[in-house]
């Protein structure tokens, strides 16, 4: 009995993680810099950051060893349904974003923390950019 009710609770703790995208878009309707999303998780005590600007990259390692890894990308798609969409969304700056889905609500965290100190939002790399975090 108690390994059914450990497996249980294993079951509780990741539950919607399995269905969470791996890959994510950070976009922004003004253009900004990989400094500027490192420096909204400045006071998020538990994190590590490294940051190499002149290539527009940010990894972020969260607790247990895990990233999520930010990489400037140009704000454009190929196919006419995207690229209508970002301009309904008036993105100027998007990030390619990936998190270990494990670990997606610690990622939710930082995602929330990010969009509540400079705006924008996240949305999972999907036919339907589905989900989104604002």
């Excluded at 976009?27 to 420096?39: F, G, L, P, S, W």
Aim: glycine letters at 6%; hydrophobic letters at 40%.
């Amino acid at each position: 009995m108690k390994n059914k009710s450990k497996l249980k609770k294993i079951r509780e703790k990741n539950h919607g993680a399995a269905d969470a995208p791996k890959e994510w878009f950070y976009m922004q309707q003004k253009e900004i810099t990989v400094r500027e999303i490192a420096d909204a998780l400045q006071e998020e005590a538990d994190l590590e950051l490294e940051i190499w600007e002149a290539a527009g990259v940010l990894e972020v390692v969260i607790p247990e060893e895990r990233s999520m890894d930010f990489e400037w990308t140009r704000a454009e798609f190929r196919d006419e349904y995207s690229k209508n969409w970002l301009t309904e969304q008036g993105v100027k700056t998007m990030f390619f974003v990936t998190i270990d889905a494990e670990h997606y609500t610690h990622a939710k965290h930082i995602m929330q923390t990010i969009t509540g100190k400079i705006g924008g939002f996240f949305c999972g790399d999907t036919e339907d950019f589905q989900p989104v975090i604002k």
